[in-house]
């Protein structure tokens, strides 16, 4: 298995405060990516980072930030939680792009509930 | 806009028998696709993949095939077995896309005993 780690592994917090998600790789990726999972959506995109201090939006980007200080590690940060953020959250690594190397790796989840 | 779409929600099958999952996609730029396998409580795990020069890819039990005109994959199972029961995913990408990967719904396969 692909060295990522998610913390914390469940979260329960209230709506209106601050929530960070950390994703650590020992695999020495460049890419990384959030996800969030939601039934009847299958998973989505919120952030990605092709490169220490490079990240873009994805689909679902709105209420969410994210910051990679690090090769290692990709931080996901909810400034404000809404109970519409309660989902199942994953973070992926792959090594870029080209044939053999689009494969994204996951990690074990984040199951954050907004009450 | 739902560029990648897994029409059927569930799927039940006999063991030993073959299972079919599906998926259809919209988007004429994407050049691969992925099969990810996911059970409770863990993340996806990646199954096999299929370029799009190729339409067929073949791993053990999994064989992925490829209808580019279609714009339709699909993901035989032969035979099926109890331990394969999970969410399967489809996913495709672009090349010029950064290696982004756009999901289809899913469909959760059940294998009977």
């Known amino acids: 298995d692909a060295g990522i780690t998610q913390s914390p592994r469940h979260k329960v917090t209230e709506t209106g405060t601050p929530v960070t998600l950390r994703c650590h790789q020992t695999?020495?990726?460049?890419?990384m990516y959030w996800y969030r999972q939601d039934p009847g959506h299958g998973l989505r995109l919120i952030h990605y980072?092709?490169?220490?201090?490079?990240?873009d939006k994805g689909e679902v980007s709105d209420g969410y930030s994210v910051s990679r200080s690090k090769t290692e590690d990709f931080l996901l940060t909810l400034e404000s939680a809404t109970s519409s953020q309660t989902s199942v959250y994953f973070c992926?690594?792959?090594?870029?792009?080209?044939?053999?190397?689009?494969?994204?790796?996951f990690g074990p989840g984040t199951r954050l509930t907004v009450l | 806009d739902q560029q990648v779409k897994q029409n059927s929600p569930s799927l039940s099958v006999q063991e030993g028998r073959i299972s079919i999952l599906n998926c259809d996609y919209t988007?004429?730029?994407?050049?691969?696709f992925l099969w990810y396998k996911k059970y409770p409580a863990e993340g996806p795990t990646f199954l096999i993949s299929i370029s799009s020069i190729k339409d067929k890819n073949e791993d053990g039990r999994f064989t992925v095939f490829l209808n580019k005109s279609a714009k339709h994959l699909s993901l035989h199972i032969v035979p099926s077995q109890p331990g394969d029961s999970a969410v399967y995913f489809c996913a495709a990408s672009a090349r010029s896309n950064t290696g982004k990967l756009i999901f289809g719904q899913g469909t959760t396969l059940q294998v009977k005993p």
């Open positions: 988007n004429s730029m994407f050049d691969y």
């Open positions: 980072s092709y490169g220490v201090k490079d990240t």
């Open positions: 992926a690594i792959s090594e870029g792009r080209g044939l053999g190397k689009n494969e994204q790796f």
């Open positions: 695999e020495n990726h460049r890419y």
